[in-house]
């Protein structure tokens, strides 16, 4: 058999598990989920995070300047049927302190080393990245791989010439923070009613104080976005990816305009024990747009929660 044809063949069957639901725990309403924040001083600095659920620990990196509060409450509760779901503040912004450096993946990767090994010093966790999330999940792996049991790379690219960026109006849309624009860019258009039931979600949550309000710092945004430019340029990563022995699940919506899944793709090329998975009619935040189908597919991809089974 072909590489192509067992590429085609791993897409075909991410689908089919996409479509077919399988067993598991029943998920926690989104109405009941609540994130209670907790400090971790570490790296210099201190880091606000919470968790939910029970089970073996499961961290999740959001994207670009989001703290913990934007994680939707459907996609955290379905996650904690079977999993500890961790979440966090990154440094500068949110709850915790000011960033102990300048901000670069391979920096934000050591702070979250660190974070690691205060509140699960039992050793590794699985780690989802998205978006930006998902460069600082390529670099904790590669910097610090005895850390990570398993790997899920959502909706990212691997950064330098194999990373394929959307339209330019679309990059400065999806930059604006306007929930207009946040569903014109994240959602294919005949999915756009998905996205609008995302954001009273979230609305719901904070509203109720089930999720902390919080802020996002202009300077902190500022040096998010600056670091990526290195990132774009540099081919570093993906060679170094290529050395990389922790399992990984690459997955992204399928018709994805701001991270194309054309990076996925490269990605799992890249990886070696790497598992590539489509969510049809699916874009950016399609983790959002079907919460619990997309944790069914991670649940399935980590396997049992020895923890929870005991």
Do not use: K
């Amino acid at each position: 058999m072909t590489s192509t044809l067992r590429r085609l063949l791993a897409v075909c069957v991410g689908l089919f598990i996409l479509a077919a639901p399988t067993p598991m725990a029943m998920a926690l309403p989104a109405g009941d989920v609540a994130l209670e924040p907790q400090y971790a001083d570490v790296a210099g600095t201190r880091i606000a995070w919470a968790a939910i659920g029970a089970g073996d620990p499961l961290l999740l990196l959001n994207g670009t300047a989001s703290p913990m509060n934007e994680w939707d409450p459907a996609f955290l509760g379905a996650l904690a049927s079977s999993r500890r779901v961790i979440v966090l503040d990154y440094p500068g912004l949110g709850l915790s302190g000011a960033a102990p450096g300048r901000w670069t993946f391979d920096h934000a990767s050591d702070w979250i080393s660190a974070f690691i090994t205060a509140i699960h010093p039992e050793g590794p966790v699985d780690v989802l990245g998205w978006s930006m999330g998902g460069f600082i999940a390529q670099r904790l792996a590669v910097r610090h791989p005895g850390q990570v049991d398993h790997l899920v790379l959502a909706a990212t690219n691997p950064g330098g010439d194999a990373a394929v960026l959307g339209p330019r109006w679309v990059q400065e849309a999806d930059s604006s923070g306007d929930d207009a624009a946040y569903l014109d860019t994240n959602y294919p258009p005949r999915r756009r009613a998905a996205g609008e039931r995302f954001l009273r979600r979230l609305d719901a949550a904070l509203a109720s104080g089930r999720y902390p309000g919080e802020f996002v710092p202009r300077a902190t945004r500022r040096a998010m976005v600056a670091a990526e430019d290195p990132w774009l340029r540099s081919n570093v990563n993906l060679r170094e990816l290529r050395r990389t022995a922790v399992p990984a699940l690459v997955v992204t919506g399928a018709d994805d305009v701001i991270t194309p899944a054309v990076n996925s793709r490269r990605l799992s090329r890249a990886l070696p024990n790497a598992i590539l998975r489509l969510v049809p009619h699916a874009g950016h935040s399609f983790l959002f747009q079907q919460p619990r189908a997309v944790a069914r597919m991670i649940d399935g991809f980590l396997g049992p929660s020895a923890s929870a089974a005991r």
